[in-house]
T-cell receptor, first 114, second 114 residues
Framework: AQSVTQLDSHVSVSEGTPVLLRCNYS??????LFWYVQHPNKGLQLLLK??????LVKGINGFEAEFKKSETSFHLTKPSAHMSDAAEYFC????????????FGTGTQLKVEL | GAVVSQHPSRVICKSGTSVKIECRSL??????MFWYRQFPKKSLMLMAT?????????EQGVEKDKFLINHASLTLSTLTVTSAHPEDSSFYIC??????????FGPGTRLLVL
């Protein structure tokens, strides 16, 4: 079985300050982990993915995430938030790559304030 | 590249009628497509996996006779909600898999059953 827990349903930051969205996973095997972003009325967009290569993964729009097996975490970070980053973010786990069954976390709504 | 479209983007129907939602991969072929359901403020739940030319595989708890899935070509999968009821109102999202490693998501279809 596999699951992900997103610890915060809402995160609010000021523009220009760092972003931290937390995710913990549970998997019986070595998982693949992803972060997706969902803007209102738009499809889910892949930000980054971890598939057993480098533990620090860099994604689009300045986001990155670090896979920490000892902590079973895959937190998403960005050094400086932009207004356009305001969206819903989902942490996702898959047993085999990203082409098979994806298990989604409950999402974190990121709000960016001036 | 890797664009997935859904049609319609939103639909309102009367209780008891059937509604068909289309999912198309516009610039790639997808032997496998997935259908998800997203409730307000909730995560995406996988409903079924659709393989071109064969029967869909439904997740536990999803009524296959109510949610009919057809994957007749490498670029098109359809989800038909039969005899819709208000509790079927939701946001339905499809994804298409061009390779074993990646899924691309459509923008979603908002269904409201009156």
């Amino acid at each position: 079985a596999q699951s992900v827990t997103q610890l915060d349903s809402h995160v609010s930051v000021s523009e220009g300050t760092p972003v931290l969205l937390r995710c913990n996973y549970s998997s019986s095997y070595s998982p693949s982990l992803f972060w997706y972003v969902q803007h209102p009325n738009k499809g889910l967009q892949l930000l980054l993915k971890y598939t057993s290569a480098a533990t620090l993964v860099k994604g689009i729009n300045g986001f990155e995430a670090e896979f920490k097996k000892s902590e079973t975490s895959f937190h998403l970070t960005k050094p400086s938030a932009h207004m356009s980053d305001a969206a819903e973010y989902f942490c996702v786990v898959s047993l085999t790559g990203g082409g098979n069954k994806l298990t989604f976390g409950t999402g974190t709504q990121l709000k960016v304030e001036l | 590249g890797a664009v997935v479209s859904q049609h319609p983007s939103r639909v309102i129907c009367k209780s008891g009628t059937s509604v068909k939602i289309e999912c198309r991969s516009l610039d790639f072929q997808a032997t496998t497509m997935f259908w998800y359901r997203q409730f307000p403020k909730k995560s995406l739940m996988l409903m079924a996996t659709s393989n071109e030319g064969s029967k869909a595989t439904y997740e536990q708890g999803v009524e296959k006779d109510k949610f009919l899935i057809n994957h007749a070509s490498l670029t098109l999968s359809t989800l038909t909600v039969t005899s819709a009821h208000p509790e079927d109102s939701s946001f339905y999202i499809c994804s298409a898999r061009p390779s074993a490693e990646t899924q691309y998501f459509g923008p979603g279809t908002r269904l409201l059953v009156l």
